[in-house]
């Protein structure tokens, strides 16, 4: 039993870096501009495509279509920004049922470009197991933990240390101020969403290349990266880490201990859970300015 539960906590870690890199886009965006972008999920599920149609085309590793998956995702993302700029009044609300609506549209092309069948990766590589003492995984597993650390390790930096890192960072906190220091707002809007589509692609590959893609799992991804943000605390990128791990333990836990069919449920009890004891997040304002 104890040899399960480990596994059970080694896959969740795993799991848990590929939800963390899906819910930074979606946590970036928001923390820049109050949209919570709704086709997220759905732009993740277009990187994991992408994936797809390289490796059942050309027959490569699905690994070599993180280039195309990149252009693509990140051009979809610039769109959805585009077409939220041009919202003037009522903001919050009008962006929910616009990117509601992008996502609907993504899912309905996916369908008609590759039908409603399941996909999952054919590379031998990818699914061959490595064994770290008592405890199992895939290659994509490991390989893709790595790259979200990576990522995320990459992500922290620019924040604190670049100059438009720093400028999104002021954008979020006072608006206003950050246009007195010369920071032009709708800049850094595009480079967070460029930052998002980033994060989304190799988000999708990592899906792909360890699971199995549907059209309809695109807004799923979508609510996880936002029960992860939530979690997390709203405006803190940092703990958006720590909400994935923990989300990505308790639905492998769920999984192994009790019923594949509990997976869902365990995640949302998890969030309510959380919500009720530490409405701030894990990692939330009050905790922050303490």
């Known amino acids: ?36 972008n709704l086709a997220h999920g759905e732009l993740v599920l277009l990187a994991a495509y992408i994936a797809y149609t390289v490796e059942s085309r050309l027959g490569v590793n699905p690994v070599f ?20 700029s041009l919202i003037r009044n009522d903001r919050e609300i009008n962006t929910l049922i616009l990117t509601y609506g992008i996502g609907i549209i993504l899912t309905n092309g996916v369908l008609l470009i590759w039908s ?25 597993e ?29 954008v979020s906190s006072n608006r206003d101020a950050a246009k ?13 969403f460029a930052v998002a589509g980033l994060l989304a692609a190799f988000a999708g590959v990592a899906l792909y290349s360890y699971g199995v893609i549907q059209p309809s799992y695109g807004h799923v991804l979508t609510v996880k ?17 720590v909400g994935a791990l923990l989300l990505g333990v308790t639905e ?13 449920l365990a995640g949302m009890t998890l969030f309510l859970l959380v919500l009720f004891v530490m409405p701030n997040g894990l990692f939330g304002a009050a905790r922050r300015r303490g």
């Open 225 to 241: 990266a936002f029960i992860i943000t939530v979690l997390a605390g709203i405006g803190s990128i940092p703990g958006v880490l």
């Open 142 to 170: 490991l390989l893709f933990f790595v790259v979200s650390v990576v990522l995320m390790g990459g992500l922290w930096w620019w924040l604190s240390r670049s100059w438009y890192g720093r400028a999104v960072r002021a």
């Open 116 to 140: 409603a069948d399941i996909h999952t990766t054919s590379s031998v590589w990818l699914q061959d197991a490595v064994v770290v003492g008592p405890l199992y995984s895939m290659h994509s």
């Open 252 to 264: 492998s836990l769920t999984v192994t201990l009790a019923s594949s069919a509990l997976q869902e």
């Open 1 to 36: 039993m104890l040899e399960l539960i480990a596994q059970a906590l080694y896959s969740g870690v795993l799991q848990g870096g590929s939800y963390a890199l899906i819910a930074l886009g979606l946590a970036l965006v928001f923390g820049t501009m109050s949209v919570i």
């Open 65 to 84: 279509a993180i280039p195309l998956a990149l252009l693509v995702v990140c051009l979809s993302a610039m769109l959805v920004y585009a077409l939220i």
């Open 180 to 192: 007195l220091m010369g920071i032009n707002p709708r800049l850094t809007e595009i480079i967070s």
